[in-house]
């Protein structure tokens, strides 16, 4: 390839000035002197291109493939259906066509769903990076396959970027139906014991107008209802523990609709206690008292009422009744009136001495079964005549004592059972053994009932504390009064904050402490699953994916009483997890994924920027079949508009690389020489003629 390339000998603007004032002499002596002047003109013209120094310019050039970008829409939404199957239908068809067209680069890029955020389908982002390193002028053009949902378009072309068409090749099929749910306001946090509302609507595509909503609370139905759909609804949860609820509201299916992900919207509510409110009864002073009340009022969400008894009734000494500084023990009040208010009551070293009557004791075991909690903490009165458990409570206590009172130096330890307990296990001091905590010097002999186990255990594998269920509340039965001694630092003391305050949370339903428990969470596209237990082979978790697809996944045993497993997962949405009646929830990117909120394919959606830069956007499906109509493919040298009713076109560049140049100056040496002097010679010539057939 060749061309023309000048280099002045002399600055442009003086040569300029030079040209115009050659070419008005050359123009006025014309017009005086006729045709003779022309030579003289020519001369002149001749020395200005000579002070312009004309070069001529070969180029040896490579043509270099202009990059066509052929992004393809992976997204979950796009996965409904039989688009999976037009998807790769139509990529086949693309690459063929594009296979024929000569110097032409095919770069092919998937686009994923956006893991772990709420972003949507990042279509032009895409398309973007995979052409970030091609100038301008070669890039052909870029087809989109997408069912026309992309959450990342750019208002124009401006924006985008993109010199050349966009040709968008729609997936789906016309009329499609599909039912969402559509969360308005949903909370983030809620007391427990209360309701919280959500308000959310229900959107239909093809639907009759109503729809039934089930409200479901960690796996549970706890309300049904019928909506008008596009209606905003207030739906109340009571929040029913501390901790994450769980709440998951389905709209019915209709008959043919695209999918059944986005017919369930998951918040997760967490539950904060108002005040937890503990009563404490300490049956007489001693050493440890001090303990449960420091524990109990370090915590500021505790609400601790303590009552100590300091003058039992057997005890006459003849003080007059108005001379006492005590105020009188609110039996009734606390045991009969108030009695559910209170989430744990705990007696320590308490004894039946005819304060309250049998009938507050059946109070309290209505209460445990109930759904209440019960501590009692024992000592030698626990072994005596007025035992604890010959009143109404040795119903639901989980051991009987023997009579007898161990006066003698152990170190507590924790038992098989204890070892997968989440109350008892991986106790600071645990690992070793003997523990590497202080020794007590006392506990109470008991007799466990039937079904019962300690989670600790004493001299001679004797209980020490045993943890039972009655019914929906829970006991615990601490045989020994010497906790103390490791709050004091008694021969280095022990872990009692962790002991107590796990032993309070546990008879408190806190569901980290649940000893039967399913979690799970996930992180970076990944299912982890949690099971704890205090059996030795629990069942497999069966893992229901947002299609509805189930498999199950056989656990791995890890530290005691826990069994885990790691699922890798390929879809955004909520993952529903069960074993041994138990179930559990994960949600894999936000909780409720963008990219399943509007899944009905759309060709208009991304019409205008298309077609703002020459290109188109239609749908390629058939109504009948999977099968695809991708138009042909074809190169287009010039003009504004790269699509027809039956054709895409991609614009062609023929841009090359410069291997090499070859330059060839006009006017350098003789070659400029000889014909500078040859205009001048003729110039001079003419007028010599002239001059001599005017003097003949």
Known sequence: MWSFSFAPLIPLPLLIGLAVLAAVSAGAAIVLAGRSAIL??????????????????????????????VVVDRSASNRLADRTAQTDAALADVERQLRGIPNVETRIVDVRDAQGTSDGTRLFEALTNSLADVPSERVAGAIAITDGLAHDAPPNAEVLGLRAPLHVLTTGRNAEIDRRIVLVDSPRFGIVGKDQIIRLRVVDKGGPGRAGLTIRRDGEIVARREVATGQVVQVPVRIDRGGPNVVEIEASPLDNELTLANNRAVITIEGVRDKLRVLLVSGEPHP???????????????????????RPPEKQDGTPINELSL??????????????????????????????????????????????????????????????????????????PDGSVIDEAYRAR??????????????????????????????????????????????????????SREQKGRVALFLSDHEWLWARGFRNGGPYLDLLRRLSHWLMKEPELEEEALRATARNGIVEVERQTLGDNPSPVTITGPDGGSRQVALEAGQPGLFTARIPTDQQGLYRLTADNL????????????????????????QALAQSTGGSSRRIGHEGDSGVNVPRIVPVRSGSQFAGADWIGLRISDS??????????????????????GALVAGWLGESGRRFRREA
């Open 583 to 606: 179930t559990a929830f994960a949600s894999v990117g936000p909780e409720n994924p963008r990219e399943l909120m509007d899944v009905v394919s759309d060709p208009n959606a991304l």
């Open 327 to 400: 105020i009188a023990f609110p039996t009734r009040e606390l045991f009969q009136v108030k009695i559910k208010e209170f989430d744990l009551i705990i007696f320590d070293r308490y004894a039946n001495q005819s304060i309250l009557p049998l009938v507050y004791f059946d109070n309290i075991v209505r209460y445990v079964r109930e759904g209440g909690a019960l501590l009692v903490a024992a000592g030698p009165e626990y072994a005596g005549g007025q035992t604890l458990a010959r009143t109404p409570l040795g119903q639901i206590l989980p051991a009987v």
């Open 288 to 310: 440890g008292e001090r303990t449960w009340r420091n524990l109990l009022k370090a915590d500021a969400n505790v609400d601790l009422v303590h009552f100590t008894i300091l």
């Open 656 to 677: 090359g690389i410069v291997r090499g140049v070859q330059i060839s100056p006009l006017f350098v040496g003789l070659i400029g020489l000889a014909i500078l002097f």
């Open 40 to 69: 003289r003109a020519l001369a002149l013209a001749v020395l200005a291109i000579a002070l312009a120094d004309p070069s001529l310019v070969f180029e040896d050039r490579e043509p270099v493939k202009d990059v066509v970008s």
């Open 414 to 467: 924790v038992s098989d059972l204890g070892k997968r307990h989440p109350v008892t296990r991986d106790l600071p001091g645990s690992e070793v053994d003997p523990p590497r905590w202080g020794e007590w010097l006392r506990m109470v002999g008991a007799q466990a009932r039937a079904g019962a186990a300690p989670v600790m255990t004493g001299p001679g594998d004797r209980p020490l504390l045993m943890l």
